[in-house]
C-alpha cells in the first residue's frame, strides 16, 4: 500500500482527502539546527503538524527524527508526495525515490501558468495580466463576463494613509486562537532544544497569533470576513503604530500551511460582496492579493528556475549588519525601522508595506546581497516559504532580477513613510532633511542609491524622473560621502 507522506505545510484535508492509506509526517530537527527561525514560526510549524498528527490517530505515523532520509528510507512499499514548495524538497523527494503528485493549495495550475508564459511571446509576465485571467477562469467577481463594480483594479481606492491623528483603525481585533497541551509541549521542546542542544532561533515566541488546525484557519477567516474585510481597503498601505494588524486579514500564515485552500478564501470575500457586507474595492483588493499575487509568485518561482535566487543584477554584496538580522529594534534610532524589528521580534509578522517600504527598501538602499536579504525574510516570517520569499524579495524587494517582475525599484525616501505612517512623528530624524544630525536614513539613503545605480537605471522610463531629480540635488557630494560612511552602520 502506498503511504503519503506530508511535508509541515501540506496540512489541510486537500493534500490527504484522496488518499486512504497510511500517512506519514517527518518531524525533522536538523531544519530547525542548520538555521535560525524565528521562535514564533519554528513554534507555529510545530504545533501544526503535532494537531495534525493527533486528527489522524493510527492512521498516520509522526516521527521525530533527525532527518527526513533516515524515516522515509524505512517505509515499507511504495512512497508519494505532493509537489513540494520548494526547489530544495523536490530533489530530496526525488533522490529518496518518492512519487511526486501535482501541487496543490493553489487556483491556477503549473501546466495553465506555463501555457500562458508561452503564448506572451517577448511580453513580461505581468501579474494584473495574470490576475485578470485567473478572475476569468474561476469566475471570481464577476458579472455576465465583465468585472464586478466596472473595473478589474481598485488599487487607487485602497491606497489611502492613515486617518489623521488616528492611533487605531478602530477595527475590531483579530480571531486569536487558545493554546493547548500540544502548545506547551511544543514550548518545552524549544526550550530544551535550544538549552541543551544548541538551536538557535531569533525572536521572541508566545502567546500564539495564528491558527495552527483546519479549525483555528476557518475561524480566522471567517471572524476576518464579517468584522475586518469591510474596513480592508482603503488603508491596506497605511501604517499605525498602536494598530499593527489594521484591518488585515492574517491569513496568509494558515493558507501557507496548507489548511486553507486559496479558492474558498476567495469564496467567502466574494460571498461578502456579493451580501452588501463589504464594498467592492476592499473585496477586489484582498482578492487581488490571494488569487493573483499569492497565485503569480508560486508560478514565478518555478518558471524562472533554482539560479533565480542568485540573481543580483544590482550587485548588491554588503552584508547584512547583525542588529538587523537579530531584530535588535534598540539599535537604530530610525523610528520607523526600530519599530517594525521590534514587531517582527514580538510576533514573526509585519504586513506588507513595512516588509516591502521599511525593511526591504533599507536593505535595498544599503545594498546588501539579495541572497542574504531572501534567507532573512523566509526565516523570520511566520508565513516565510522560499517559494513566496525568492520571488517576492529577488525579484520584487530588491530588484535582483533587474526588472523581470516589477517594473522598478521599489524604494523611497522619508516623505512616503511620513505619508503612509505615523513612524516620523516621534523620530529624532527629519524626513525633510538628507544631511546630517538630523538627516533621515532614508531619505539620504533613496538619492544615495540612485546615484550608485544611475546608469544601470538610465533606461527604465519609470525612474527618469527621480534620476533626473539627483541633478537638482546641491547638496548631492555631501549626501553621498555621509552615507558612504555610515555604511551598515545603524542610523
Given at each position: 500500500m502506498t503511504t503519503r507522506w506530508?511535508?509541515?505545510?501540506?496540512?489541510?484535508?486537500?493534500?490527504?482527502?484522496?488518499?486512504?492509506?497510511?500517512?506519514?509526517?517527518?518531524?525533522?530537527?536538523?531544519?530547525?539546527?542548520?538555521?535560525?527561525?524565528?521562535?514564533?514560526?519554528?513554534?507555529?510549524?510545530?504545533?501544526?503538524?503535532?494537531?495534525?498528527?493527533?486528527?489522524?490517530?493510527?492512521?498516520?505515523?509522526?516521527?521525530?527524527?533527525?532527518?527526513?532520509?533516515?524515516?522515509?528510507?524505512?517505509?515499507?512499499?511504495?512512497?508519494?508526495?505532493?509537489?513540494?514548495?520548494?526547489?530544495?524538497?523536490?530533489?530530496?523527494?526525488?533522490?529518496?525515490?518518492?512519487?511526486?503528485?501535482?501541487?496543490?493549495?493553489?487556483?491556477?495550475?503549473?501546466?495553465?501558468f506555463e501555457r500562458w508564459a508561452g503564448g506572451r511571446g517577448a511580453k513580461r509576465l505581468l501579474m494584473e495580466d495574470f490576475y485578470r485571467r485567473a478572475r476569468l477562469a474561476h469566475g471570481v467577481l464577476l458579472d455576465d463576463g465583465e468585472p464586478a463594480g466596472g473595473r478589474w483594479n481598485f488599487d487607487h481606492d485602497n491606497r489611502e494613509p492613515p486617518p489623521k491623528g488616528a492611533v487605531s483603525l478602530g477595527v475590531s481585533d483579530p480571531w486569536w486562537p487558545t493554546e493547548d497541551d500540544v502548545d506547551a509541549e511544543v514550548r518545552d521542546d524549544l526550550d530544551r532544544w535550544e538549552r541543551d542542544e544548541g538551536i538557535e532561533t531569533i525572536g521572541r515566541d508566545g502567546p500564539r497569533r495564528f491558527p495552527a488546525t483546519r479549525r483555528e484557519a476557518l475561524a480566522a477567516l471567517d471572524h476576518f470576513v464579517e468584522h475586518r474585510l469591510p474596513h480592508f481597503g482603503a488603508h491596506e498601505d497605511a501604517i499605525l503604530?498602536?494598530?499593527?494588524?489594521?484591518?488585515?486579514?492574517?491569513?496568509?500564515?494558515?493558507?501557507?500551511?496548507?489548511?486553507?485552500?486559496?479558492?474558498?478564501?476567495?469564496?467567502?470575500?466574494?460571498?461578502?460582496?456579493?451580501?452588501?457586507?463589504?464594498?467592492?474595492?476592499?473585496?477586489?483588493?484582498?482578492?487581488?492579493?490571494?488569487?493573483?499575487?499569492?497565485?503569480?509568485?508560486?508560478?514565478?518561482?518555478?518558471?524562472?528556475?533554482?539560479?533565480?535566487?542568485?540573481?543580483?543584477?544590482?550587485?548588491?554584496?554588503?552584508?547584512?549588519?547583525?542588529?538587523?538580522?537579530?531584530?535588535d529594534g534598540a539599535a537604530t534610532d530610525a523610528r520607523c525601522l526600530s519599530h517594525t524589528l521590534d514587531q517582527v521580534a514580538e510576533h514573526g509578522w509585519v504586513h506588507h508595506i513595512p516588509r516591502l517600504m521599511l525593511l526591504g527598501s533599507y536593505a535595498l538602499q544599503r545594498g546588501w546581497a539579495p541572497t542574504q536579504v531572501t534567507d532573512w525574510f523566509h526565516r523570520a516570517f511566520v508565513d516565510g516559504y522560499d517559494w513566496v520569499m525568492v520571488p517576492n524579495v529577488v525579484g520584487m524587494s530588491q530588484h535582483a532580477d533587474g526588472g523581470v517582475m516589477a517594473t522598478k525599484p521599489y524604494t523611497s525616501g522619508g516623505a512616503y513613510i511620513n505619508k503612509m505612517s505615523d513612524h516620523c512623528g516621534s523620530c529624532r530624524f527629519d524626513p525633510k532633511v538628507r544631511v546630517g544630525e538630523d538627516a533621515c536614513p532614508f531619505s539620504a539613503g533613496y538619492w544615495w542609491f540612485l546615484d550608485r545605480h544611475r546608469e544601470q537605471l538610465a533606461g527604465n522610463h519609470r525612474m527618469s524622473r527621480a534620476l533626473t531629480g539627483l541633478d537638482r540635488l546641491s547638496d548631492l557630494a555631501e549626501v553621498v560621502a555621509q552615507e558612504d560612511a555610515r555604511g551598515n552602520r545603524a542610523p
Open positions: 506530508l511535508f509541515g505545510d501540506q496540512l489541510g484535508p486537500h493534500f490527504t482527502d484522496d488518499h486512504r492509506g497510511p500517512l506519514l509526517l517527518v518531524e525533522s530537527r536538523a531544519v530547525f539546527r542548520r538555521r535560525r527561525f524565528h521562535r514564533a514560526k519554528a513554534h507555529l510549524v510545530l504545533s501544526a503538524m503535532r494537531h495534525r498528527a493527533a486528527e489522524f490517530g493510527d492512521r498516520m505515523t509522526y516521527v521525530r527524527a533527525e532527518t527526513y532520509g533516515e524515516v522515509v528510507r524505512e517505509v515499507e512499499g511504495d512512497v508519494e508526495v505532493v509537489h513540494p514548495t520548494s526547489y530544495a524538497a523536490l530533489g530530496l523527494v526525488e533522490r529518496l525515490g518518492a512519487g511526486v503528485l501535482p501541487p496543490r493549495g493553489f487556483a491556477t495550475a503549473r501546466d495553465d503604530e498602536g494598530d499593527p494588524w489594521m484591518a488585515h486579514s492574517l491569513v496568509s500564515a494558515p493558507l501557507n500551511l496548507g489548511l486553507l485552500d486559496p479558492l474558498e478564501v476567495v469564496e467567502r470575500a466574494e460571498e461578502a460582496y456579493r451580501s452588501g457586507a463589504a464594498p467592492i474595492a476592499g473585496v477586489e483588493g484582498f482578492v487581488r492579493q490571494v488569487l493573483g499575487w499569492r497565485d503569480y509568485v508560486w508560478h514565478l518561482y518555478w518558471h524562472q528556475g533554482d539560479d533565480y535566487r542568485r540573481e543580483n543584477a544590482l550587485r548588491a554584496t554588503e552584508r547584512m549588519p547583525q542588529w538587523f538580522a537579530d531584530l
